[in-house]
């Protein structure tokens, strides 16, 4: 096979393996637009905002605050702990993304709930062409999104489009649905259901920190018995 045969069949794959990213990311794109154009930013800063900070709900955050004039640090704390699960993400594809640095940077920093969700448990993720056009794809698919948005919302903007927030997350609940029942590794599922739980009991006015929490002690544990048992072997 030639180089752009190889090169040919990793985009076809990688767009083929991310239609339910785009059947998700359009629309949520699109409500992040309208949302934009109704606090009345100027036409570009959404399709920027979408193409260079890319984190999701965040964006969302981000405007409201922004015309709030909230502080700097502010803007920061809050980011941050909304999108602290993507560190993790990062963490594990480490070893999986054997190519030049700068696009290494690139894939690790692109990963979403969903892209990860694409990825993860794949063996077609070692190939770096295809995962790298997965990430692009989905980020594509995001500013496209946003752009459809912007440019319909005189047309939208006398519809209830609020329904459209959930598209993302019926996504991605249905992309670890079947990353779990594929794996069949339900100790995440596990920790996860008993982390809210817990938290739910004893810390409700804190109840997202308190998970995250909870969460991440839980991932710090599995983490070290994967890498005690990958020693072990060695």
Partial sequence: MSRSEYIENSFKDAFKDSIP?????????????????????????????????????????????????????????????????????????????????????????????????????????YNNKYSFYVSLLCHFYWILGTFIGVFSYSFLSGYNTEFLVYALTALFLIMAIDGVISSKYFTPVISGFFCYFISFLFFQKNLLIAVFLYFISMFILEWFKFYGKKHAIN
């Avoid at 009345?40 to 193409?51: G, R």
């Avoid at 909230?70 to 560190?87: D, E, G, K």
């Avoid at 940077?105 to 794949?122: F, Q, R, V, W």
Wanted: net charge positive; with cysteine.
């Fill in 21 to 125: 990213a785009l059947a998700g990311y359009v629309p949520i794109g699109l409500s992040f637009g309208i949302v934009c154009q109704k606090l009345a930013y100027p036409w570009f800063i959404a399709p920027l905002i979408s193409m260079f900070i890319y984190a999701g709900a965040s964006q969302f955050i981000l405007v409201a605050m922004l015309l709030a004039h909230s502080s700097f640090w502010s803007i920061v704390y809050l980011t941050a702990i909304v999108n602290l699960r993507h560190v993790f993400y990062g963490f594990s594809f480490l070893d999986k993304f054997k190519c030049h640095s700068a696009l290494k940077i690139y894939m690790i920093g692109s990963l979403t709930d969903e892209s990860y969700a694409l990825l993860s448990n794949n063996p077609k993720s």
